[in-house]
């Protein structure tokens, strides 16, 4: 099994709701990663997981909160978002933080908030 | 941050070989380079990536210049499915915390035509 599967693969929400984005691996791999894509733009690092820890977060807005509940899990909490947070999210997994080889994506949530 | 440089788009006649160029002056010993695409509406997809000489796979060619400030990719028969976006990534330290990341560049839209 060589899949990222993420789940919803479609979100509309207001910006008063509070959602989740649900990304799922059995690859056995120890790091995780949330992008962020708007529409014709390259893929923008947002939270990376090693070892089920939080080791890098590109200053994002506390209105996303990301959790890893074990190793093969990564959630992204929404809340109180802007029409401007609408885009593809993408989350990927690797062997290791050292990415040395190759990070495996999931096609993405595409989240549109109104 | 080590960055690249690519063209921001390209055109290739089907079943003819196509080469991408990727400029990165400032890169450093340690970073590797990446090679992903991205079809549309999909999550991008590993290619190829290397650290100091050519590297092949069942996908593509990798050929890195001497001084590693520029690469190439090489598709060696273009068809139909090939046409996506290439980017040209560097892994780099994130900040000395002992992780790494992928930041991709604009990258290039490569056209096949039948």
């Known amino acids: 099994d060589t899949e990222v599967t993420q789940t919803p693969k479609h979100l509309v929400m207001g910006m008063t709701n509070k959602k989740s984005l649900k990304c799922e691996q059995h690859m056995g791999h120890r790091a995780m990663y949330w992008y962020k894509q708007k529409a014709k733009k390259p893929p923008e690092l947002m939270f990376v997981?090693?070892?089920?820890?939080?080791?890098i977060n590109e200053s994002v807005p506390s209105r996303f909160s990301p959790e890893c509940p074990n190793s093969s899990l990564l959630n992204l909490h929404l809340h109180a978002l802007q029409p401007e947070d609408s885009a593809l999210y993408l989350c990927a997994s690797s062997q290791d933080s050292f990415l040395a080889g190759e990070l495996f994506f999931g096609e993405g949530s595409r989240l549109t908030v109104l | 941050d080590a960055k690249t440089t690519q063209p921001n788009s390209m055109e290739s006649n089907e079943e003819e070989p196509v080469h991408l160029p990727c400029n990165h002056s400032t890169i450093s010993g340690t970073d590797y380079i990446h090679w992903y695409r991205q079809l549309p509406s999909q999550g991008p997809e590993y290619v190829i990536h290397?650290?100091?000489s050519n590297v092949n796979n069942r996908m593509a060619s990798l050929a890195i210049a001497e001084d590693r400030k520029s690469s190439t990719l090489i598709l060696h028969r273009a068809t139909l499915r090939d046409a996506a976006v290439y980017y040209c990534?560097?892994?780099?330290?994130?900040?000395?915390?002992?992780?790494?990341?992928?930041?991709f560049g604009k990258g290039t839209k490569l056209s096949v035509i039948p």
């Open positions: 990534i560097l892994r780099v330290t994130y900040s000395g915390a002992g992780s790494y990341q992928l930041t």
């Open positions: 997981y090693s070892y089920e820890k939080l080791s």
């Open positions: 290397g650290l100091t």
